[in-house]
């Protein structure tokens, strides 16, 4: 691995989708949907959260993605990811700033996600860099479409 100095953080454009669902694809316990994580489904995302999502780049490669957007009020972020080779470098963290500075930017105040509690790296990358995991809430979900269905990379 090159240094990761020269490794860019920039806004996700919808031509990065096939490297960055490779990416998804590489990530052990990752969980992809069927609907929402399709080409299709990224690119509403991305039409609707047009500066917020960024991608990791490393000579053309795609190295690192957070999907992130906002409601008005809150931020989110989903599927926040570095290749296995080039954890532990700092890239997570610049890739967290980068989209919280254009959060920012756009007037929110706050930032949510969630972390699978099997997910033991990405919880402890969160504790690591001063996110507070929330006890004081229960998550709840209504699934509105049967056929987006949620396959973990294994």
């Known amino acids: 691995m090159a240094g990761t100095m020269d490794i860019l953080i920039r806004t996700m454009e919808l031509e990065d989708y096939e490297q960055v669902y490779k990416l998804w694809t590489e990530i052990k316990g990752f969980g992809i949907r069927s609907i929402d994580d399709s080409r299709e489904g990224v690119e509403r995302f ?87 995991e929330r006890e004081d809430i229960n998550s709840y979900e209504f699934v509105l479409n049967e056929e ?3 396959r973990f990379v294994r």
């Open 46 to 132: 991305l039409k609707r959260n047009p500066t917020t999502s960024v991608v990791a780049v490393q000579n053309g490669r795609i190295i690192g993605n957070i999907l992130c957007g906002h409601d008005g009020r809150t931020g989110f972020f989903y599927h926040v990811c570095v290749a296995r080779e080039y954890r532990k470098h700092g890239i997570g963290y610049r890739m967290v700033r980068q989209a919280i500075e254009a959060l920012e930017r756009e007037g929110v105040s706050k930032v949510s996600l969630i972390a699978f509690k099997q997910n033991l790296v990405g919880n402890a990358f969160w504790q690591g860099i001063g996110w507070t």
């Open 148 to 150: 987006n269905i949620t």
